[in-house]
């Protein structure tokens, strides 16, 4: 069974930045989607970024509110995937969440416990 481990929150100041990780158990190849989510309290888990993998491309995408402040990015030897956040406000606030589909299925792994990030002064 896959595995997914997120890193990397904490509390940050309005404007800062964090670097979350998210440590998967099997290849990133194997992957044809990885993208983070995130969940505030009360609301529901939504896409923040997101990483598509074809046979030819690789393609990112981002949620309105985080494009040219949030990064997803991967490396494949670490199988790992990351989210570098800059310039952080206090709406950013939340459980952040990373997740995949693998090649051949069209389900989620199973979810990780995410990581908290924290945005206030």
């Known amino acids: 069974q896959v595995h997914v481990v997120e890193s990397g929150g904490g509390p940050v100041q309005p404007g800062g930045s964090l670097r979350l990780s998210c440590a998967v158990s099997r290849s990133l190849a194997s992957f044809k989607y990885m993208g983070w989510y995130r969940q505030a309290p009360g609301m529901q888990r939504e896409s923040v970024a997101r990483?598509?993998?074809?046979?030819?491309?690789?393609?990112?995408a981002y949620e309105d509110s985080v494009k040219g402040r949030f990064t997803i990015s991967r490396d494949n030897a670490k199988n790992t995937v990351y989210l570098q956040m800059n310039n952080l406000r206090p709406e950013d606030t939340a459980v952040y969440y990373c997740n995949g589909i693998l090649v051949g299925k069209h389900e989620f792994v199973p979810w990780g416990q995410g990581t908290q990030v924290t945005v206030s002064e």
């Open positions: 990483i598509i993998n074809t046979t030819t491309t690789t393609t990112t």
